[in-house]
């Protein structure tokens, strides 16, 4: 099995009504439940945007510099996403075809190089 991450940029994400964000939950919720049921889901999480940024690190002089707030140079950041273990790239496509389907905005998939490193299990909260 190989370890996929599947993500969208928050910028991909128009505006919602809050009716609109709670059909988008059930629906994402769904093909989260199917991930689940095929035990290839790792971790999800699509609560991240510009606002969530805790701060930006950087070494210099071999030590860290942290700044507050945004700090890349880029209109781009991580909306959420999706870490599956799945066979092979048709696979990794399949989910990040449901997903997009499910939310309606594009998702990018990405191989990792090798198996990740866990501290603990994770499980998926409701």
């Known amino acids: 099995m ?9 910028e991909w994400v128009h505006e919602h009504t809050a009716d609109e964000m ?16 095929e035990d290839v889901l790792i971790f999800a999480n699509g609560g991240l945007d510009r606002s969530t ?9 071999g030590g860290p510099v942290f700044t507050d707030g945004p ?13 599956v273990d799945v066979a092979d790239d048709a696979a990794a496509r399949h989910w990040a075809g449901r997903l997009a389907t ?21 499980s998926v909260q409701r």
């Open 53 to 61: 940024v805790v701060c930006a690190v950087e070494s210099v002089d």
């Open 71 to 83: 700090y890349a140079e880029t209109k781009e950041h991580l909306g959420g996403f999706v870490v």
């Open 102 to 122: 499910a939310l309606g905005w594009p998702q990018e998939v990405h191989r990792f190089r090798g198996p990740g490193q866990a501290r603990r299990a994770v």
């Open 2 to 10: 190989t370890e996929y991450l599947i993500a969208f940029n928050d």
């Open 22 to 37: 709670r059909e988008k939950d059930v629906a994402v919720r769904a093909v989260i439940d199917e991930m689940l049921a």
